[in-house]
């Protein structure tokens, strides 16, 4: 999961707040990544816990020369010392993170949106949740270890308030030595006797342990790693690995996740510690040590200081993961991705520093920096093998900017009854705007209503007959931001209601537009999913509201309460102030934005998603609906709109295909276990693979494309790397085919024009586009040399 928050300036106070929620992309698969900000916590336990799926090896990046390649030196993880006793390091709190909780405790009790009153209840909570967080899947504590720590159960409010964070600790260097204890034994088992699994014993890994008992003993503990090894193992041999590669691969795996547990420090157990006291209270309210504050806040302003450059751990090394488009590294042209960085210079006379085998968090210091600054990395190529192809780089830091997150436009043309419709497309990742910018004075800060506002103007030079605007997966932002955009599609008037805490406890302010320019005028849609939430959810309200468009897709996150960013002495704290309400009094708190006309929306498949799943969220309420006025009379056509949609969806190959995987998805998500004797799990993955086989050749069939051609998971030893490489083809052509969700969202803004009594203007007649193919087509054919 990736946090997407935006902030926004809290109107009251000054401070910096903002809306947000949790932000997923289901388009890409998930894999079990170590970074720096999850070392400790999440890292070694809720985030540890699922392995199955074999990552990929890293591909080597091009290079401008041929080099000098030596023998490939033993890896460094190969020399990680399997005893416990060595590796097991106790960790105590520093005065300052006493302090620090005392300060916590203070500014939760008095600025909180609800009252909070620390006494046993909430240490029970607290309790709860802080083992849930370590070991909620019950893989590494046994039933002893939770009667030992059970005496903690309902003191920690005690110890809070006395500044003595010691019990977490005790709790935590526990749990450390556990999963020290679990991943040596099963880096044992996977060297030594992997070849003892026997795949035609009937039995069952059980997926989800959240519900299961704790475990008797360590043998008990023991079994279950054999299991979740064997899972893995069978997995890989399903795709055709060898046994000794099988054995390498996750010798390798379970090798790096006990090296980057060894790594845990004390600041990752109060940094974790704190941050659930905070989720305690509500779960969008949160604690920032001052390291995880610069990254975070880093992520609000869009922007970064340093090289440009995502970075990974890879056995001891820091590995370059990606470049960002138009950063310094990009630029220079020198450094590319999977290179490994070694040593880090400072300036152009600094000494080079070693940095072979830190945490991916600490080589991250060392490379940020001011803009302007010169810093030196000594790196070996992604090619190379060995230190001895060494080389060093050297890259001038600048500001860049992180551009997935800002709006951008495009133009579709959908067809309906043999004529062509252009329609506009602006896609608006977050609610964005740069306080600091502003605040500075500087002219072209990023605003994304600024942004959608010259967005709107480019697409009415384009002659575009109606507007989409996407909201999927925009997980929050700014609350101006928010009233600002919908402030381009009204003359004017209320968007959203804000209901504040503290000593203004119930009172009700109404923000609005009072601008009474319009921007864009047109038929207007606005496509939300799941996973749109709190800013997006405000927007999407007010235009349900004023019947000004029409929201398509899924019923939203449902997150209608708004946080502020609070400096502390040592980091910052993130804590829930007010709840917002859209103009018709509804809180979208638990039950979001529901859509005028529903699509297939495959977090239907996820039943923990949204709001409503998450412990200790607010209830919904309303309050007094304010004085709006309807622009159109969309309730009156709404039943002719969505007769219309569900005809044309059910003859659309990509809405039977989504609603089929929907479906298909909620199947799988259902299943209690998984089978660990080789032809069922055989049989069940070729079942699974053979009904989206079909059903996607079903799709491909009806829109005359070329179908796929079905490949056999264990072809051949390199089977792997061959359906990888085939996915990623095909994943390509189906970026290149239209998204059915806007084309079918353009559409029904046709059907509403007309039935509004506007129509729209066709571009030109579906038959001179097929016409203009045709041309082409006999214009290349007469071509000389054209086969």
């Known amino acids: 999961m990736n946090r997407d928050y935006t902030p926004v300036r809290s109107a009251d106070t000054g401070g910096v707040g903002w809306f947000g929620s949790e932000r997923i992309n289901l388009a890409r698969a998930v894999r079990l990544v170590f970074s720096s900000a999850l070392i400790g916590l999440m890292a070694t336990g809720a985030w540890a816990q699922e392995e199955a799926q074999p990552t990929a090896e890293p591909q080597p990046a091009a290079v401008e020369a041929p080099l000098e390649v030596a023998t490939p030196e033993p890896s460094a993880l190969d020399n990680i010392p399997l005893d416990v006793d060595v590796l097991y390091q106790e960790m105590a709190p520093a005065v300052i993170y006493g302090r620090t909780a005392i300060e916590l405790l203070r500014e939760l009790e008095t600025k909180h949106y609800s009252p909070v009153v620390f006494d046993d209840g909430f240490s029970v909570e607290l309790y709860d949740h802080y083992i849930e967080a370590l070991d909620g899947q019950k893989l590494y504590f046994n039933a002893s270890d939770i009667q030992q720590l059970s ?9 809070l308030k006395n500044g003595d964070l010691q019990p977490a600790y005790e709790i935590y260097n526990l749990y450390h030595r556990r999963v020290l204890e679990r991943l040596v034994w099963t880096v044992n088992f996977v060297e030594n006797e992997l070849s003892s699994l026997d795949y035609s014993v009937e039995e069952y890994l059980e997926i989800d342990r959240e519900d299961a008992a704790w475990a008797s003993d360590t043998a008990s503990l023991d079994d279950l790693w054999r299991q979740r090894i064997k899972s893995s193992a069978l997995s890989l041999s399903l795709t055709g690995m060898e046994p000794d590669l099988i054995e390498e691969r996750l010798s390798k795996r379970y090798r790096n996740q006990l090296n980057q547990v060894a790594k845990t420090n004390d600041r990752d157990v109060f940094q974790a510690y704190l941050a659930t006291v905070a989720r305690t209270v509500d779960p969008h309210t949160s604690y920032f040590s001052p390291r995880d504050s610069e990254t975070f806040n880093m992520g609000l302003r869009g922007s970064l200081q340093g090289i440009g450059a995502q970075l990974t751990s890879e056995d001891e090394y820091t590995k370059v993961a990606e470049l960002i488009k138009g950063g310094p590294a990009e630029r220079g042209g020198e450094l590319k991705a999977g290179d490994r960085i070694i040593g880090i210079a400072q300036g152009e006379e600094g000494e080079m520093q070693d940095v072979i085998g830190l945490r991916l968090d600490d080589v991250v210091d060392q490379i940020r920096g001011e803009e302007g600054t010169t810093i030196r990395l000594n790196v070996i190529p992604a090619a190379a093998t060995s230190e001895a192809a060494a080389r060093e780089i050297v890259i001038v830091r600048d500001t860049v900017e992180l551009s997935e997150q800002f709006a951008k436009s495009e133009v579709i043309e959908v067809e309906v009854q043999d004529d062509i419709y252009r329609v506009g497309v602006i896609t608006l990742p977050s609610f964005y705007f740069d306080f600091e910018a502003a605040a500075a004075g500087l002219p072209n800060y990023r605003s994304s209503a600024r942004d959608v506002r010259a967005l709107l103007e480019e697409l009415k030079e384009d002659d575009v007959e109606a507007v989409v605007v996407d909201l999927r997966y925009n997980g929050g932002g700014s609350l101006n931001e928010a009233n600002e955009l919908v402030g381009l599609f009204i003359d004017s008037g209320p968007t959203v209601q804000i209901r504040y805490s503290g000593q203004r406890n119930g009172f009700v302010r109404s923000y609005g537009d009072a601008d ?22 405000i927007f999407a309200g007010a235009i349900q509201d004023y019947q000004r468009g029409v929201v398509l897709g899924g019923q939203t996150f449902g997150k209608g309460t708004v946080q502020e960013i609070i400096p502390m002495n040592y980091g910052q704290v993130k804590l829930t102030r007010s709840k917002f309400y859209r103009i018709s009094g509804a809180s979208t708190q638990h039950r979001g934005v529901l ?65 089929d995987a929907v479906q298909r998805m909620i199947e799988v998500r259902q299943r209690k276990t998984i089978p660990l004797q080789r032809e069922e799990l055989k049989s069940q993955r070729e079942a699974d693979r053979r009904a989206e086989f079909e059903a996607n050749n079903q799709r491909l069939q009806a829109k005359g494309l070329p179908l796929e051609e079905w490949r056999d998971l264990e072809s051949d030893s390199e089977a792997e790397d061959e359906i990888a490489a085939v996915e990623e083809e095909e994943s390509e052509e189906e970026r290149e085919e239209d998204d059915p969700l806007l084309m079918e969202s353009g559409r029904i803004l046709v059907d509403m024009a007309e039935l509004l009594g506007n129509p729209m203007a066709a571009a030109f007649p579906a038959d001179a586009t097929r016409s203009a193919a045709r041309v082409d087509s006999e214009q290349m054919d007469s071509l000389p040399g054209t086969l």
């Open 516 to 537: 009474q320019e319009i921007v864009y005028d047109g038929p207007l849609a606005v496509l939300v999913n799941r996973a749109s939430a709190s800013a997006s959810e």
């Open 151 to 159: 005496a903690y159960r309902d003191t920690l409010d005690d110890s």
């Open 595 to 659: 859509p005028d006309i529903e699509f297939p929306d495959r977090y239907q498949a996820i039943e923990t998603m949204g709001e409503s799943n998450l412990d200790g969220a607010l209830p919904w309420d309303t309050v007094r609906p304010v004085e709006y006025r309807s622009y159109n009379d969309l309730r009156a056509i709404m039943p002719e709109l969505q007769a219309r949609h569900e005809a044309r969806a059910a003859e659309d190959p990509d809405f039977v295909y989504l609603e």
